[in-house]
């Protein structure tokens, strides 16, 4: 037997079936026009940024990474809700403004910004997240170009990193931002050539659960912060402070302490550097707001055994949920939370593999997961599916097509 992750608050049976937004999941599905689905609750995201506006210093902006989940209702929805947008393309800079988002809040970082994709970014106002001296230089004849005065700020590579992170993206040779000793030169060629100077972006990491971790991050941060202002010798318009907000996803998983992390950071903000008092501050959460409040529906279509295993065999998979099935930045696979939605309070009764449709023996949703009997027909639920779900997964591959998807 292998543990399944722990599913997240919100989700209660109706009538032994698992419901969101008072229907049960068999009739969203029918309503969507059938399986895989992923479904996401409205009122399950709100409750988060809530939790967020009442545990943060009011000072702290809240922005939405979009890459996370760029689902236009999604998008439509965090819009109301948060302070601004973060991307990572032109395609996400479409969608931020299809959904009908302020280019004014939206700020653009990732490495390999293309030609075009600058072009677009300054026609538009965004703030461009400058990740090195070349894209620097190219922003600045792209505008000149244009007759536009580009609104530019850099990311800084910081020589520290988001301790107990998932994915590292700070600390040392990294394809992302510019190493910190070389940001404040670099600011002041800016700031001279009347570019509009927007401030900086330190992102360190993703998925910490621990919220010393955190909170030991973001002093580190505001100090670094402080200290390139005064080498830059201009006022720090914005601190994009990162993230790095976790979700439980596997077994043995707390869940992050945000108190304890907006109490740190509220003490902090009171005794700011002069340096930074007037300095607009913003966090960048992606999964924190949006990943427990989806889930993914896929039916059974075959009951088998093999070896004296069990699978549960559905019409989902890897192509749709990479990230539970083990591939997506993980070295050792772990289950995910899971369930049979629908005999969702009835009793586990026997081990079962559930497995994806895919012909690949990467297909895996839960291994080993003790679970109460399913059939053929019956609805699998795998949770922590509102973020890199959809917006992450290689759904073309064999020829499979992308899932539904239902903002309720
Ligand atoms: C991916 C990313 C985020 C969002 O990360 P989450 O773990 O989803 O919160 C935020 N900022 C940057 C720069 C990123 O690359």
């Known amino acids: 037997m292998k543990p399944l992750g722990p599913i997240p608050a919100g989700f209660e049976p109706i009538d032994g079936e698992l419901s969101i937004g008072g229907r049960t999941v068999g009739a969203w599905v029918e309503e969507a026009g059938g399986t895989p689905l992923f479904l996401y609750s409205h009122d399950l995201i709100r409750r ?8 943060m210093p009011d000072r702290l902006r809240i922005h939405y990474a979009i890459k996370a989940n760029s689902y236009r209702p999604i998008l439509e929805l965090m819009r109301a809700l948060v302070d601004g947008f973060d991307i990572a393309s032109a395609g996400e800079l479409r969608m931020a403004l299809e959904a009908g988002q302020n280019p004014a809040l939206i700020s653009f970082a990732g490495p390999g910004k293309r030609d075009e994709e600058l072009e677009l970014a300054i026609r538009h106002g965004v703030t461009l997240n400058l990740e090195s001296e070349g894209e620097a230089h ?3 004849d792209i505008a000149e170009k244009l007759g536009a005065t580009p609104r530019l700020a850099i990311r800084v590579n ?5 301790r107990g992170s998932g994915m590292k993206m700070g600390g040392g040779a990294k394809p992302f931002g510019i190493d910190q000793d ?6 002041r060629s800016l700031i001279a050539t009347g570019a509009e100077w927007r401030g900086l972006h330190i992102f360190t990491g993703s998925q910490a659960l621990d919220a010393s ?5 973001q002093a580190n941060v505001l100090g670094l912060a402080a200290r390139l202002t005064g080498e830059i010798g201009s006022p720090l318009p914005h601190l994009n402070m990162g993230g790095g907000f976790g979700i439980p996803y596997f077994h043995g998983d707390q869940p992050l302490d945000v108190d304890v992390v907006g109490g740190a950071l509220a003490a902090r903000i009171a005794s700011l550097p002069a340096e930074l008092s007037n300095t607009e ?3 960048e959460l992606g999964r924190y707001l949006v990943g427990e409040a989806g889930v993914y ?7 088998k055994e093999s070896h004296g295993q069990v699978f549960l065999v559905t019409d989902g998979g890897l192509h749709h949920q990479l990230a539970a099935s083990g591939n997506f930045g993980t070295v050792v696979r772990r289950n995910y939370p899971a369930a049979i939605a629908t005999r969702f309070d009835a009793e586990p ?13 990467l297909d895996r949703l839960a291994d080993q997961a003790l679970v109460p009997r399913a059939e053929v027909g019956d609805l699998v639920a795998i949770f922590c599916a509102g973020a890199y779900g959809a917006s992450a997964s290689p759904f073309t591959f064999l020829g499979q097509g992308p899932a539904h998807e239902k903002l309720v």
């Open 158 to 162: 910081p020589s520290f990193e988001l």
């Open 182 to 187: 070389r940001v404040a030169q670099l600011a």
């Open 213 to 217: 971790a955190i909170i030991e991050t």
């Open 297 to 303: 529906l896929a039916r059974i279509v075959d009951r």
């Open 138 to 140: 190219r922003a600045l």
């Open 349 to 361: 009764v026997e081990e079962a593999n559930i497995v994806g449709c895919l012909c690949t023996p």
């Open 281 to 283: 501050l913003a966090i």
């Open 48 to 55: 988060r940024v809530d939790l967020l506006r009442r545990t």
